[in-house]
């Protein structure tokens, strides 16, 4: 059969050889054979039409099956002649051809395919943050200069940060991912990107500086191997609270960095560090700052420092007491400021009430200048801070030890005292303040 196959493509004129695959040959070239000569193909094209043609006398009587091998001819050669040519190297000359075929293949879905190939990969909570961090550093370096590129960075550290507050408190669609939070947490406090942010946050737009308030309040919560590292941080960089005190004193930035001390100081270390600086006599000043928001937010923290961490709390106020109630009477409860004077009086009752502060509390009693301070207040022409007064006064009465001097101003009130409480009522109906009330009259008449 194979002898007979060969006879055949040979009365037709045809050499055997091996078919094309795709366009490819499956046998190597002769060394005469130009694989890119043009001409050479369109002549293999002609021969084999020829060949094919029904007029032409050497036609095989098996034309059907010939039609195959001339097909496959046909396509190799087809396929030959189509392909370009390559571009020169300089690529500075090419003609007309070459850059078209340059512009074909860009343009082309391949092309676009390729493209989408080497398209970058979504950022990491950790390159988000060193980012930012790097952003920061060319802020601060930078100064308060208006360039362009300036102008530039600014934006992309805004988009940063509120990226970071999207990863720590989550959006619309979707819930803070514990993982990501904790690789942010690492990353932000590896470096000085805190204290960046603390210090550039005067040079960010107040919708940034909200932003950043609320990573840096959300950063202190954050737990790493079940540690808060935010709080190791700060034990190593305490000058920061110093910044943030003191922050008080602009008013463009005052609000932030309450905010962010608020948080700070639910460290208890943080919180001592705090209480027993110098800082802690600067909130008398700020409480009475002339703007309002301002000084109730400085009230707001000073209430956080003697409230939160009872026993720092306790030992503070026993080391500091005389000096404390000193500035506390004369500066806050002796306050022509109605707010500052309501909130001082109620802030003392809370601390005086706390069984941590028992000590404390019964040499508060003990005073008489300090019962005297709160007998005037019960005099107040607000009914609030009366009330709030007599939280404080019914401590007095109730100690079982008195002094005696204290016993002295109360057997010389007596009937005044008696009068007033008798009279001395609530707007809304209040079973314990009255119980307090009765209790506190029976202890006077019985001295």
């Known amino acids: 059969m194979e002898k007979e196959n060969k006879l055949k493509n040979k009365h037709i004129g045809i050499e055997e050889r091996a078919v094309p695959v795709n366009g490819h040959r499956s046998t190597p070239p002769r060394e005469d054979e130009d694989d890119d000569d043009d001409d050479d193909g369109a002549a293999k094209v002609a021969r084999a039409i020829a060949l094919w043609s029904p007029r032409n006398p050497k036609r095989s009587p098996n034309a059907g099956s010939d039609r195959v091998r001339t097909l496959a001819l046909l396509r190799c050669c087809s396929l030959r002649l189509r392909r370009p040519r390559a571009a020169p190297r300089g690529g500075g000359g090419g003609g007309g051809g070459g850059g078209g075929g340059g512009g074909r293949d860009a343009a082309s879905p391949r092309g676009e395919k390729m493209k989408g190939l080497f398209k970058s990969k979504p950022r990491t909570p950790a390159d988000v943050v060193r980012q930012t961090r790097d952003l920061l550093i060319y802020v601060d370096l930078q100064g308060s200069s208006r360039d362009a590129k300036r102008e530039e960075k600014m934006i992309e550290l805004s988009k940063n940060i509120r990226e970071l507050k999207s990863i720590l408190y989550g959006n619309s ?75 008080y004193e602009n008013m ?120 005297m301070m709160l007998m005037d207040l019960l005099r107040d022409k607000s009914k609030n801070i009366q009330i709030e007064a007599f939280h404080v006064f019914k401590l007095f009465a109730a100690n079982r030890n008195k002094p005696p001097e204290i016993v002295t101003i109360f057997v010389a009130n007596r009937n005044k005292l008696l009068r007033f409480l008798a009279d001395f009522k609530t707007d809304k109906e209040d079973e314990q303040f009255e119980a307090d009330k009765e209790q506190v009259m029976k202890e006077i008449s019985a001295l």
């Open 252 to 371: 463009d930035i005052a609000l932030h960095y309450g905010a962010m001390l608020r948080e700070c100081i639910r460290h208890q270390s943080i919180a001592r560090y705090v209480l027993e600086s110098e800082n802690m006599r600067k909130f008398f000043d700020y409480i009475e700052l002339p703007n309002f928001d301002i000084a109730s937010d400085a009230s707001a923290t000073f209430k956080e420092l003697l409230t939160r961490h009872k026993s720092t709390v306790a030992e503070f106020l026993s080391k500091n007491y005389d000096w404390f109630f000193a500035e506390f009477n004369s500066r806050l409860l002796a306050s022509s400021n109605y707010i500052t004077k309501r909130q001082a009086i109620k802030l003392l009752g809370d601390m005086l009430l706390d069984r941590t502060n028992s000590a404390v509390m019964i040499r508060y009693v003990s005073s008489k200048d300090n019962l």
């Open 173 to 247: 669609e979707s819930e803070p991912v514990a993982e990501a939070c904790a690789q942010l947490t690492q990353e932000f406090f590896r470096d000085n990107t805190l204290r960046l942010l603390i210090i550039c946050l005067p040079k960010l737009n107040l919708e940034t500086r909200k932003d950043a308030t609320q990573v840096v309040a959300n950063l202190q919560r954050q737990l790493v191997h079940s540690r808060l590292i935010a709080s190791d941080y700060l034990e190593a960089n305490k000058d920061l609270l110093d910044l943030l005190v003191s922050g």
